[in-house]
């Protein structure tokens, strides 16, 4: 399998893509009720603050092993507790994309063509995947559960707009 696939343009413009549409998902968001948004509601993360919850410590944890940030603490079981306050949670949120942001404008094309190798406590076992697999699996478990957060925010009535990339962010 090949590990050309991603160049640093593609990572910038999935993380210009996912700050965009975390400022309209957490916009939403921000319109329900705590109760609301802490309610469970059969998704996978329960509620939509728990799933958010989780994203962030998905990505904290990727970018701990893609740029050497701090590890969030716990696991993929107490993630969705992570950010118990709902302001918390949203200035953490705002900080990791701008840091993401910052990462993906820096990215050297090289970094993307070698391997990474981390423990996985998932699967309780050292693993080692090519980089560039694993930057688009980052990418695609933000969309992931952003489209379950979004559903659980369709249930409350609210609307984030649009969520096709191409017509959200700007193409000169």
Do not use: C
């Amino acid at each position: 399998m090949t590990t050309s696939l991603i160049t640093p343009d593609y990572v910038r413009l999935m993380a210009a893509y996912n700050s965009e549409m975390n400022r309209r998902l957490y916009a939403a968001a921000d319109r329900l009720t705590p109760a609301q948004r802490t309610e469970p509601r059969g998704a996978f993360f329960g509620s939509v603050q728990g799933t958010l919850s989780h994203l962030l410590w998905g990505d904290r944890t990727w970018m701990h092993r893609f740029d050497g940030w701090e590890k969030p603490e716990g696991g993929i079981r107490t993630s969705p507790g992570l950010y118990p306050d709902w302001d918390a949670l949203k200035a953490a949120r705002l900080a990791a994309d701008a840091a993401i942001e910052d990462w993906a404008a820096r990215l050297d094309p090289a970094w993307l063509q070698g391997d990474l190798g981390w423990f996985s406590a998932a699967l309780g076992r050292d693993v080692t995947r090519p980089r560039a697999v694993l930057v688009v699996h980052f990418f695609n478990h933000q969309t992931h559960h952003r489209g379950q957060v979004h559903a659980l925010l369709t249930g409350f009535g609210e609307q984030t707009g649009d969520t096709d990339l191409p017509f959200i962010l700007p193409f000169d």
